[in-house]
């Protein structure tokens, strides 16, 4: 069965704003050529979640993977990805699992915070 990573941001009005997040995404398409791999935005830019769900399941993939790259996991995460999700699920037939936002990965708090001084570390301060 064909695999999908769907890569969630929210968006914004600047495109320049999105450059880390397309770094990513070709990071994890380089390194799963098995899976397809796409970024949507939850507002502002596109393409939108519900339009880049209904371009993998075109793709025959049936099992995709969503993961909101937002530090917290309250609002949109909870509030708003899931009306969009059970939509798809119904519409194209994808087994879609949701995972939990980055900022509440394991590890990742420590991940920030190395960066985070390391910066300050090596700022001379």
């Known amino acids: 069965m064909k695999r999908a990573l769907v890569l969630l941001a929210h968006g914004a009005r600047n495109p320049a704003w999105a450059a880390p997040f397309e770094q990513l995404a070709d990071r994890l398409a380089r390194s ?29 993939a049936r099992d995709v ?12 995460v909870l509030r708003d990805v899931p009306p969009l999700l059970d939509e798809a699920r119904a519409r194209w037939g ?9 900022g509440q990965q394991p590890g990742m708090v420590d991940a920030m915070a190395q960066v985070c ?3 300050v570390e090596g700022s001379g301060s």
Do not use: N, Q, Y
Request: overall charge negative; glycine content about 8%; proline content about 9%.
């Open 32 to 60: 799963r050529p098995d899976w397809t791999v796409k970024l949507a935005f939850l507002e502002l830019m596109p393409p939108d979640l519900p339009t880049c769900l209904a371009d993998i399941a075109t793709t025959g």
């Open 65 to 76: 993977e969503v993961f909101p790259l937002f530090l917290g996991g309250s609002g949109h």
């Open 94 to 102: 994808l087994h879609i699992t949701l995972h939990a936002a980055l």
């Open 117 to 119: 001084l390391a910066a």
